[in-house]
């Protein structure tokens, strides 16, 4: 029977809501504090997993919010099966709003989470991955429970995984950290994070690289004038500039903001030292940064033309356009570039 509710929840969120409605809950979680059996325990644990699964629309959370209790003590059931089902209902159960994440956060959760981070299957290590990221999607005093329970050590490892979605994760995880506040972007900087984020900027796979680049470009927003230039010591301006040439927009935005953040930063400082020369313009021109600008000026997208043109405006002097130094592409390709959304995602590195 079990077995079947399961099925039936897990079949559409109307089936999932119709069982919710005849009040299934409550039986179940009844079943589950007595239940001895493990096939019992493995299938209640499963059909409470798609009872909380689904995001259009959620479920009523006031009606699934009760087997949070549950959850908190399943998550130390020695049974991979068990552990990984209830990761994945608290994942579901954490993905909303922060109203939702507080309830989660209240059920003492986090810290066993975060333990379960370091498991030996990637069948737990996914779901409560994708759990802690998303309690850290929430307010800084939220995400600062995570940070409590000492996750970075553990998110560190995560960032040379062989298997590409969990470092992926965990990427996303830590752009949601670096995008807090400077407290909280300090103790990525003090857990040596950012020197693997920089590395795999340059060399995962496109959608690794995504979130490395949204989570530097998170700690340039919000970050000090010191972290800033912490980052641009490690070498972060190159594998941005790199980034300019993908097909993916709002990466391309993503990369011109973190420059645009460094760029702000030199401008103050030439200021300050009286020199009126801004360090990070020849960095990021070695880098053949400004090329790649210029040659955004052209894109089909109004926001990064607009962006490239003001860059170029702002910080790299009014000299004439000089087509000569443009990235020597020819036209057809230029087309591909930035018209083909359905062209390799990798993009094409000039």
């Known amino acids: 029977a079990v077995w079947a509710l399961g099925n039936i929840a897990g079949d559409s969120t109307m089936c999932r809501d119709y069982v919710l409605d005849c009040n299934i809950l409550p039986p179940l979680l009844q079943l589950l504090s007595k239940q001895n059996r ?10 409470l997993s798609n009872l909380c699964r689904g995001k259009n629309p959620p479920p009523d959370f006031a009606k699934v919010s009760p087997c949070l209790s549950v959850l908190s003590w399943l998550l130390f059931v020695n049974d991979t099966d068990v552990l990984a089902d209830a990761c994945w209902a608290l994942s579901y159960l954490s993905d909303g709003p922060n109203d939702k994440i507080q309830a989660v956060i209240d059920a003492g959760v986090c810290r066993r989470l975060v333990e379960l981070l370091m498991h030996n299957d990637y069948k737990v290590v996914s779901p409560a991955l994708r759990a802690v990221g998303n309690i850290v999607t929430g307010d800084d005093i939220q995400t600062q429970v995570i940070l409590n329970c000492s996750a970075l050590q553990s998110l560190l490892h995560l960032l040379s995984s062989p298997k590409e ?3 992926k994760e965990a990427c996303w995880t830590i752009s949601n950290i670096t995008a807090g506040n400077k407290a909280q972007i300090q103790t990525v900087i003090d857990a040596h994070i950012f020197p693997a984020l920089i590395n795999i900027l340059q060399t995962a796979e496109f959608r690794t ?11 340039t ?11 641009v010591e490690l070498g972060c301006i190159k594998p941005l500039c790199d980034l300019l040439t993908v097909m993916d ?26 020199t009126g020369i801004n360090p990070y313009c020849a960095l990021i021109e070695e880098a053949y940064g400004l090329d ?9 997208n109004q926001e990064i033309y607009q962006k490239a043109f003001d860059l170029i405006e702002h910080y790299f002097g009014t000299e004439d356009e000089d087509s000569s130094i ?17 062209a390799p995602m990798e993009g094409f590195q000039l």
């Open 326 to 342: 443009a990235p020597q592409v020819d036209i057809n390709q230029q087309q591909y570039i930035f018209q083909q959304c359905e």
């Open 209 to 219: 690289r995504k979130e490395a680049a949204w989570a530097i470009t998170n700690a």
């Open 165 to 167: 979605s969990i470092k």
């Open 38 to 47: 493990l096939t019992m325990t493995r299938n209640a644990v499963w059909a």
């Open 292 to 300: 790649k600008i210029e040659f955004l000026q052209s894109h089909e």
């Open 249 to 274: 927009s709002k990466i391309v935005q993503v990369a011109l903001n973190g420059l645009e953040n460094i760029l702000r930063l030199g401008e103050q400082e030439s200021k300050r030292s009286g």
């Open 221 to 231: 927003s919000g970050g000090s004038a010191e972290q800033i230039k912490y980052l």
